[in-house]
Nanobody, 121 residues
């Protein structure tokens, strides 16, 4: 009933910048928290940044000061502005959203398909 579509990934040099976008669509009534996760080969998926419907934000320590998460509620879209990128940021980045569909008061997690971010010279 809900789809999340990420965009904006690609290949960048160390120190470069990228902006990821994730748009939610479908039979949406309300979205609570939206977040970005990432997963590198051989590693566990980790939470990178999250933003609640009220605007509360948290980041994983390794990206604090370099990444900025934001959202546009009118567009059901969350963004991740990444600057000062490092090779260790290389991963597949996944969008996550807690969504209640029309007619429901229950929130469920939905995931995007992932977008590759590669930081290399």
């Amino acid at each position: 009933q809900v789809q999340l579509v990420e965009s904006g990934g690609g290949l960048v040099q160390p120190g470069g910048s990228l902006r990821l976008s994730c748009a939610a669509s479908g039979n949406i009534f309300s979205i609570n928290t939206m977040a970005w996760y990432r997963q590198a080969p051989g590693k566990q998926r980790e939470l990178v940044a999250a933003i609640t419907s009220g605007g509360r934000i948290n980041y994983v320590d390794s990206v604090e000061g370099r990444f900025t998460i934001s959202r546009d509620n009118a567009k059901n879209t969350v963004y991740l502005q990444m600057s000062g990128l490092k090779p260790e940021d290389t991963a597949v980045y996944y969008c996550n959203a807690e969504v209640a569909v029309v007619g429901s008061i229950v929130y469920y997690d939905y995931w995007g398909q992932g977008t590759q971010v590669t930081v290399s010279s």
